[in-house]
Nanobody, 117 residues
């Protein structure tokens, strides 16, 4: 069992930046990791994923060039750098980890990001 705890959310003006962190209670070196978000009245959507070693990263079209996912397996932590934020980025951001082929996955509790002037 792995617990994921997100942090770093907050209120930021359009064009601003935030860095989200996802700290795991156990080792994540054998887990793919991802960030998802859910805006009010909308379904949860994928934002970005990163492979176990960090060599493969995928992004939603809406965040490409603005967001960067990274990980530090030694610290059991995944990050999401959010730049050039827009009001439509406002959502609760969730961290997810999963072990490929095992059916095992974990979610964090989410952190709120609000982009508003």
């Amino acid at each position: 069992q792995v617990q994921l705890v997100e942090s770093g959310g907050g209120l930021v003006q359009p064009g601003g930046s935030l860095t989200l962190s996802c700290a795991a209670s156990g080792a994540i070196f054998n887990m793919n990791m991802g960030w998802y978000r859910q805006a009010p009245g909308k379904e949860r959507e994928l934002v970005a994923t990163i492979s176990r070693g960090g060599s493969v990263r995928n992004y939603a079209e809406s965040v490409k060039g603005r967001f960067t996912i990274s990980r530090d397996n030694a610290k059991n932590t995944v990050y999401l750098q959010l730049n050039s934020l827009k009001p439509e980025d406002t959502a609760v951001y969730y961290c997810k980890g999963w072990r490929p082929g095992s059916g095992e996955y974990y979610w964090g509790q989410g952190t709120q990001v609000t982009v508003s002037s």
